[in-house]
């Protein structure tokens, strides 16, 4: 291998090529709901595009009142 050739190239695809977020929204409001958390794909959309997960869980967890499981 050359100096000049690369190792290893990373595609990061997301947000160009692939949009996960109406995916990732889609799946969170069914796996809240199934939780007890009734929570629409707009709903989930409103409350919690752009977060992190920690910190959605902390807000589901305030609102239950209790442990989201595993």
Known sequence: MSPLEPALVIFD???VLVD???IANRILAEAL???G??????QSV???LGRDL???V???EDGLGQ???E
């Open 46 to 48: 409103e409350r919690f």
């Open 54 to 56: 920690p910190a959605i």
């Open 20 to 22: 996960s977020e109406p």
């Open 58 to 60: 902390r807000e589901v």
């Open 67 to 69: 442990k989201l499981s």
């Open 13 to 15: 695809c997301d947000g």
């Open 33 to 35: 709901t199934s939780e």
């Open 37 to 42: 958390y009734a929570c629409s794909f707009e």
